[in-house]
């Protein structure tokens, strides 16, 4: 038992200290991200699929605890195995460091003579550590006369004492290397330092008239720190914009490059924009909607000058990841922008600062490239982003959506008057009706809508309801701008998107 907790203490010691070595020296990677990355890019589709419908939003801080207990939990097998045999030990530790090490060497701004280093930091001190408490707790002898039952010739006592010394260490390295991690970042990307121009096009003012004011009821602008973050790094990458630039390559006339404050400089609009995931169940909370400053794609694009046949625009973030959508997204009327801006801010560096795509009517995983660095024009054939041999379709055009935000599933409700609300969205058509059924077989009515502030951007919905005792079922439906009623048919979210009515299912009491 202690030679496993001894093992567990000693993985956390090695993994902290890596932690906290990245943290103190810009130049050193994180092994947990590296593994993190790793692991994103390689698990299964159905595990990714099961991980984002379960975890949501919090799907990386699920990774990242359980990779602390995968560590945790292989540590104390070898502390249990390597007992009598430290060999044992050493390959595990120096076989994890020389893993991680080649996890996080995967980045391409990161050489794996650089990884090696926190990768060895981290093998030494869990080895050192685990020779150590091996040393508080050696075989059994029997307690000399008058003295209290100990456990391995040593008090039970001193043993606790130095497993909570290393956890301790072991916690504080690993949240002190994280904070200075994440701080670093902020710091080096400058953002603090950024003032955003004014808008050339700026948008209007939220009208009063774009909030029902009911309460549960979404907001008509989803804030920062509300709008939903689902993406493949595990953690944001650390960008400079001092040194960032936007490559505009591949099929075009003038290939070109600019940097961030010559992009500042350029004409800027604003526009209201939801976004949503393909992930999102029916009723689900991958979406948001937000007031976004940017550079219209199709300026930036008709600098370069596109040559004929390039009908994919593929955009590359900083970390390697890739999305394509059609050309013609830049051209055909939808808001489409190379943003800069979030909500009268800079973009959150979870968001994507210093530059992100807005391509409006799109899901996200073929259109909403963070951390932005290059825009490749290319044939439709001739290239396919990253989720697309992962199994998810290559086109993507949002679905027409509903969702009923209060009262929530399985409410327990007064009889009388009840209001039900929610939101809906089909951007870049917009939303004509919407419909709920307040009880299960009692036909359809006709809710009340907000004031849209585009046609890209979702709006409320609310409907007055005399609630009366029982299980009662609400459902809603939209149709949109094009005369499209959303289908019933009830279809997950892979491989395009998923559909179906929303449903609520809610107690009413007795009078």
Request: glycine share 10%.
């Amino acid at each position: 038992m202690t030679d496993g907790l001894s093992g567990a203490a000693a993985a956390g010691l090695a993994l902290g200290v890596s932690e906290l070595a990245a943290g103190f020296f810009s130049g050193f990677p994180s092994l947990v991200q590296g593994l993190g990355n790793f692991v994103i890019d390689v698990v299964p589709k159905p595990i990714e699929e099961w991980a984002i419908s379960l975890f949501g939003t919090n799907d990386k801080r699920a990774l990242l605890v359980g990779i602390a207990l995968t560590t945790l939990l292989v540590g104390a097998l070898v502390g249990i195995l390597a007992r009598d045999r430290f060999g044992i030990a050493i390959a595990a530790f120096v076989g994890f460091g020389v893993i991680a090490a080649l996890a996080a060497a995967r980045d391409p701004a990161v050489s794996l003579a650089v990884a090696i280093i926190p990768g060895g930091l981290a093998a030494l001190s869990g080895l050192a550590s685990l020779q150590w408490l091996y040393g508080l707790s050696p075989e059994p002898s029997p307690p000399p006369e008058g003295e209290p039952e100990t456990e391995h010739g040593v008090s039970r006592r001193s043993l606790m004492i130095g497993l909570g010394a290393v956890l301790g260490v072991a916690a504080l390295s690993a949240g002190l290397g994280r904070t200075l991690l994440e701080n670093a970042k902020r710091a080096a990307a400058g953002i603090s330092e950024v003032v955003l121009p004014a808008a050339a096009d700026p948008a209007s003012p939220v009208p009063a008239a774009a909030e029902l004011n009911v309460t549960g009821l979404s907001t008509a602008v989803t804030s920062n720190e509300e709008f939903y973050r689902i993406d493949t790094a595990f953690s944001v990458p650390r960008v400079d914009i001092q040194s960032w630039t936007l490559k505009i390559t591949g099929m075009v006339d003038r290939p070109y490059e600019v940097s961030y404050f010559d992009l500042l400089d350029m004409r800027m609009v604003e526009r209201y924009v939801t976004l949503s995931c393909v992930s999102n169940q029916v009723g689900g909370d991958l979406i948001g909607n937000a007031k976004w400053l940017g550079v219209p794609l199709s300026e930036i694009l008709d600098r370069a000058g596109v040559q004929e046949g390039a009908d994919q625009l593929v955009g590359i973030s900083v970390d390697g990841f890739t999305v394509g959508f059609p050309t013609e997204a830049a051209y055909d009327g939808r808001e489409a922008l190379v943003a800069v801006g979030m909500n009268d801010e800079p973009l959150p560096i979870e968001h994507g600062f210093p530059v992100r795509l807005v391509i409006a009517g799109l899901y996200g995983y073929v259109s909403a490239t963070k951390w932005l660095s290059e825009i490749n024009l290319t044939g439709w054939d001739d290239f396919d982003g990253y989720w697309i041999p992962r199994g998810w379709a290559k086109e993507a055009p949002i679905k027409t959506q509903s969702r009923i935000d209060t009262p929530t599933n399985r409410d327990r409700l007064s009889p009388g008057e009840v209001v039900v609300a929610g939101v809906a969205w089909a951007p870049t058509r917009g939303i004509s009706k919407v419909e709920v059924e307040l009880g299960e077989n009692a036909g359809w009515v006709e809710a009340e809508l907000s004031e849209a502030l585009s046609e890209n951007s979702w709006v409320q919905w609310k409907a007055p309801w005399i609630a009366e005792p029982g299980i009662q079922r609400l459902r809603v439906r939209a149709t949109d701008g094009d005369g499209y009623t959303q289908t019933e048919e009830v279809v997950p979210p892979a491989p395009d998107g998923a559909t179906g009515w929303h449903t609520r299912n809610v107690s009413v009491a007795d009078a």
